[in-house]
């Protein structure tokens, strides 16, 4: 099992629809998450960081279920301009003291006129 | 303005060449990164650094190597040890190195071989 999981898409959904996605994590006791957006041949950019009550930025909002082990990234009244891959991003475990980012493949996410 | 810079955006190599990336930030950060992205794949870690004048390996570290002789300096070389570097170069940043904060990404440089 991969340590970070998302479906690759493309999810190509109209103008104005809601569209979520998920992202499963494989270690328990990973801390922090992010969602970052990337476009094409940039750099990733952060979206939002995930809390554990959930939080909203605007037309976005991210939960995470730690039950379940996975974080989501709801969009609502989707604009052209969303079109971008979506990064998940989880800490690692922190083991001997070391740590580090796990990084999902990311969604591929097309607003389409 | 704060951030990171990367150059060149673009740098090509020829084969048994070493070749340099620069990645340097004024955000204060203690910690630094530097990725590697290859297409359909996620983010990579070459190697990381949470202090001056100390850095670790990441996941694949095997021809390459770093120095972290400032802390607003982080720069990458790709030696001739790596057989398959063309790939997009990200250097990342964060406050501290524990895990838990924001990481903040440079434009990234390609690198192509030729």
């Known amino acids: 099992r991969k340590e970070v999981e998302q479906d690759p898409g493309p999810f190509n959904v109209p103008e104005g629809a809601t569209v979520a996605f998920n992202c499963t994590y494989s270690n328990s006791a990973s801390q922090s998450f992010f969602w970052y957006r990337q476009d094409c041949r940039k750099e990733p950019k952060l979206l939002m960081s995930v809390y554990s009550s959930g939080n909203e930025d605007g037309r976005f909002t991210a939960q995470l279920n730690r039950a379940s082990q996975y974080i989501s990234l709801l969009i609502r009244d989707s604009k052209l301009s969303d079109s971008a891959t979506y990064l998940c991003?989880?800490?690692?475990?922190?083991?001997?003291?070391?740590?580090?980012?796990?990084f999902g493949t990311g969604t591929r996410l097309k607003v389409l006129a | 303005d704060g951030g990171i810079t990367q150059s060149p955006k673009y740098l090509f190599r020829k084969e048994g060449q070493n070749v340099t990336l620069s990645c340097e930030q004024n955000?204060?950060?203690?910690?630094m990164y530097w990725y590697r992205q290859d297409p359909g794949q996620g983010l990579r870690l070459i190697y990381y650094s949470q202090i001056v004048n100390d850095f670790q390996k990441g996941d694949i570290a095997e021809g390459y190597s770093v120095s972290r002789e400032k802390k607003e300096s982080f720069p990458l070389t790709v030696t001739s040890a790596q057989k398959n570097p063309t790939a997009f170069y990200l250097c990342?940043?964060?406050?501290?190195?524990?895990?838990?904060?924001?990481?903040?990404f440079g434009p990234g440089t390609r690198l192509l071989v030729l």
């Open positions: 991003v989880v800490n690692g475990d922190g083991a001997s003291g070391t740590y580090k980012y796990i």
């Open positions: 990342a940043s964060s406050a501290t190195g524990g895990g838990l904060e924001t990481q903040y």
């Open positions: 955000l204060n950060h203690d910690a």
